[in-house]
């Protein structure tokens, strides 16, 4: 019902499984539901100074969302070009709807993607495991430590809380879970870098 209310011709619903999903750390696509990123973001606070980066971006509902805030840059990761093609296409269709100027979306495995050092929001929705997750999160280390500045991760559906928190560069701020459906999917863990 949310899909279809707020979706209205982005086409982010639906799951799908892309050839380069095959593989064993990485999950199909599947949407954020809609209220997720606002909530943390009114829980942040977005400023014309932030930098979002949606690491496995998929069809693009979450930097849609991200882009109607002033950040300075909105960019999403994605390993599949047929769904960054449909990113791009529904961002570019609704532009007009967009306070953040610049908005991108990369075509990159995220373990070999060089985070920029003014990210300052990353969010993830449980895109990838294992190995990748790690190197992902050593790729952020490696950028603050190029540019020292506080960083805070969103994470929906954080099944590895633990590999965050055990880098020793990050807290827990904040555990959401919404207030209608208390399922593993509504569950969002908030980090701020130390």
């Given at each position: 019902?949310?899909?279809?209310?707020f979706?209205?011709?982005?086409?982010?619903?639906?799951?799908v499984?892309?050839p380069?999903h095959?593989h064993?750390?990485?999950?199909?696509?599947?949407?954020?539901?809609?209220?997720?990123?606002?909530?943390?973001?009114?829980?942040?606070?977005?400023?014309?100074?932030?930098?979002?980066v949606?690491?496995?971006?998929?069809k693009?509902?979450?930097?849609?969302?991200?882009?109607?805030?002033?950040?300075?840059?909105?960019?999403?990761?994605?390993?599949?070009?047929?769904?960054?093609?449909?990113?791009?296409?529904?961002?570019?269709?609704?532009?007009g709807?967009?306070?953040?100027?610049?908005v991108?979306i990369v075509?990159?495995d995220?373990?070999?993607?060089e985070?920029p050092d003014d990210?300052?929001?990353g969010y993830?929705?449980?895109?990838?495991?294992?190995?990748?997750?790690?190197?992902?999160l050593?790729r952020i280390?490696g950028?603050?430590?190029r540019?020292p500045?506080?960083?805070?991760?969103?994470?929906?559906?954080?099944?590895?809380?633990s590999?965050?928190?055990?880098?020793g560069?990050?807290?827990?701020l904040?555990?959401q879970?919404?207030?209608?459906?208390d399922?593993?999917g509504?569950?969002?863990?908030?980090?701020?870098?130390?």
């Amino acid at each position: 019902m949310a899909d279809r209310l707020f979706d209205r011709g982005l086409e982010t619903a639906g799951t799908v499984t892309e050839p380069e999903h095959d593989h064993p750390e990485r999950v199909r696509y599947v949407p954020s539901d809609w209220h997720v990123l606002p909530r943390a973001l009114r829980y942040l606070g977005v400023s014309n100074e932030d930098t979002f980066v949606d690491f496995g971006c998929g069809k693009g509902r979450v930097l849609h969302q991200a882009a109607k805030r002033p950040f300075r840059r909105v960019i999403g990761v994605e390993i599949s070009p047929a769904l960054a093609a449909i990113a791009r296409r529904a961002l570019a269709e609704r532009s007009g709807q967009h306070r953040c100027g610049s908005v991108e979306i990369v075509v990159s495995d995220v373990a070999n993607y060089e985070v920029p050092d003014d990210m300052t929001i990353g969010y993830f929705y449980h895109p990838f495991t294992d190995e990748t997750f790690a190197a992902v999160l050593r790729r952020i280390i490696g950028s603050i430590d190029r540019h020292p500045r506080r960083v805070r991760l969103i994470y929906l559906l954080p099944i590895q809380k633990s590999e965050i928190l055990g880098t020793g560069r990050f807290r827990l701020l904040k555990e959401q879970r919404s207030r209608l459906l208390d399922i593993p999917g509504s569950q969002v863990a908030i980090f701020e870098s130390l």
